[in-house]
């Protein structure tokens, strides 16, 4: 199947070489083949990480407790509320979720050929997220007489978790969806100007993959602490 595509992209040679003997057309059709497909990977790779979707998320942690007494007393566990009341505490994070392409996963080996149409499977989408902010004039909190005041500890902790939760949300945002449009609308002007037809370029995505599947980095706690 491959073939009958390359001998297309050989026939202006074969044309211009009439007087030549028979070993010279097929020489220079076999060089056409692999520099044509060097050059298509080539010009693709070049995209690098090429970041497709990006997606803005307002989220609101919320934390309450209540102080309680625990252990154990001839080997029976309890676990009593103290009655010295409850703190409660809202935090506001606005985070920027980036979806993106890595092409260095990007090979010859992803590009198919069949009767002049190319079919260009693309590396799977992934997702960072790149920036989280709380915004402190927004945080709001309750702590009851008796109790202590969260400490930074807490807090930082707390903000962690708001960030995991947000990743958890991904696979529910579309980003992968937007991220595949995205990276089709940029990629086909690229192959169109090595000599296809826009109508002959397919831009698809490997089967199996799903958002459940897409991988997910936080890239603002690359130690993941």
Same mark, same amino acid.
């Given at each position: 199947?491959?073939?009958?595509?390359?001998?297309?992209?050989?026939?202006?040679?074969?044309?211009?070489?009439?007087?030549?003997?028979?070993?010279?057309?097929?020489?220079?059709?076999?060089?056409?083949?692999?520099?044509?497909?060097?050059?298509?990977?080539?010009?693709?790779?070049?995209?690098?990480?090429?970041?497709?979707?990006?997606?803005?998320?307002?989220?609101?942690?919320?934390?309450?407790?209540? &102080?309680? =007494?625990?252990?154990?007393?001839?080997?029976?566990?309890?676990? *009593?509320?103290?009655? $010295?009341? !409850?703190?409660? @505490?809202?935090?506001?994070?606005?985070?920027?979720?980036?979806?993106?392409?890595?092409?260095?996963?990007?090979?010859?080996?992803?590009?198919?050929?069949?009767?002049?149409?190319?079919?260009?499977?693309?590396?799977?989408?992934?997702?960072?997220?790149?920036?989280?902010?709380?915004?402190?004039?927004?945080?709001?909190?309750?702590?009851?007489?008796?109790?202590?005041?969260?400490?930074? &500890?807490? =807090?930082?902790?707390?903000?962690?978790?708001?960030?995991?939760? *947000?990743?958890?949300? $991904?696979? !529910?945002?579309? @980003?992968?969806?937007?991220?595949?449009?995205?990276?089709?609308?940029?990629?086909?002007?690229?192959?169109?100007?090595?000599?296809?037809?826009?109508?002959?370029?397919?831009?698809?995505?490997?089967?199996?993959?799903?958002?459940?599947?897409?991988?997910?980095?936080?890239?603002?706690?690359?130690?993941?602490?």
């Amino acid at each position: 199947m491959r073939k009958l595509y390359l001998l297309i992209i050989a026939l202006p040679l074969l044309l211009s070489c009439s007087g030549k003997s028979d070993e010279t057309p097929q020489v220079e059709a076999i060089s056409t083949r692999a520099d044509t497909m060097k050059m298509l990977v080539a010009h693709i790779q070049k995209c690098n990480k090429l970041y497709a979707a990006d997606v803005k998320v307002h989220k609101i942690i919320t934390h309450a407790d209540q &102080a309680s =007494l625990k252990g154990s007393i001839l080997g029976q566990q309890f676990d *009593i509320d103290l009655p $010295v009341g !409850e703190r409660k @505490i809202a935090i506001p994070i606005d985070a920027t979720l980036k979806g993106f392409i890595d092409f260095s996963k990007f090979s010859a080996e992803d590009v198919f050929y069949d009767e002049g149409k190319i079919e260009i499977t693309l590396p799977d989408p992934e997702v960072e997220l790149t920036s989280s902010k709380v915004n402190h004039d927004e945080v709001s909190s309750y702590v009851a007489l008796f109790r202590s005041n969260f400490t930074d &500890a807490e =807090l930082a902790r707390y903000e962690q978790q708001g960030r995991a939760s *947000i990743l958890k949300s $991904v696979p !529910e945002l579309g @980003i992968d969806e937007r991220t595949r449009q995205s990276a089709a609308r940029t990629l086909v002007p690229i192959i169109s100007q090595l000599g296809f037809d826009e109508q002959d370029i397919t831009i698809t995505f490997r089967k199996g993959f799903t958002s459940k599947s897409m991988r997910v980095t936080d890239e603002t706690n690359p130690s993941g602490k």
